[in-house]
């Protein structure tokens, strides 16, 4: 299945490409929902149709998931560097959970490309080590968040910024839903600690399930939701 791409999704591609004539470390920042997965796998389809091998780094199991099945729909050969995963070096393109590809740097063939995902998580020294690790490599990071919730800049790991559409424009021409968004009261964040560039889960879980928080999402629930389809997030 060939990738079909919308006009602002190959712009992207464009200013990418043409930033990275100059640059090693491009940082692409597009709202959720406008398809950075899918710009990705153009990207890829590109690198790998010029014998070149690409790393698709990511996070959690999820992406790791979610990655695959575009991938597969796409029809691109691919491997993994996750544990648990079959491995196939021979595909241009692995998918890489972080922490696996961490601990098996200098073990696995050396990328011509790597594309992060969630890459505002790059400060974080996990995330740090790898890109350094690889500085002959292109880095092109994918993010609908470049600012992080520490305050840690990523002007040390990126060298420029390709900005995609936003979320304004996306429902304005109706490629996103119009929504009415509403949110729990703030958490105390000086209670969490961050651990690879995240929130550790169990003390956010801790913080969010307090009674004033759940009680005010379910008071909100039954007065705006009741009766009609419901997304939580």
Known sequence: MSINLRDYQQEV????????????????????????????????????????????ICHR??????TAGTLKKFGLKFGYIASG????????????????????LGKV??????????????????????????PSAFHVGLTATPKRGDGKPLKDNFDDLIHGPEVS???????LAEYELY????????ALHSRMGDFVKSESEQEMKKPSITGDIINHWSKYGRGKKTIMF
């Open 13 to 56: 591609i464009d200013s990418a490409r043409q930033s990275m004539r100059k640059n090693k470390r491009i940082l692409v920042r597009a709202p959720t929902g406008a398809g950075k997965t899918i710009i990705a796998s153009s990207m890829m389809e590109a690198a790998s149709s010029n014998s070149k091998k690409i790393f698709f």
């Open 169 to 175: 424009w996306l429902i304005e021409q109706g490629f």
């Open 109 to 134: 063939p050396k990328p011509d490309l790597c594309i992060w995902d969630e890459s505002h998580h790059i400060a974080a020294k996990t995330w740090n080590d790898i890109q350094t690790f690889y």
């Open 85 to 104: 995963y079959p491995i196939n070096f021979y595909a241009p393109i692995q998918i890489c959970s972080v922490g696996t590809l961490y601990n098996r």
């Open 61 to 66: 199991k999820e992406l790791v998931d979610q």
């Open 183 to 190: 949110s729990v009261p703030g958490i105390d964040r000086g």
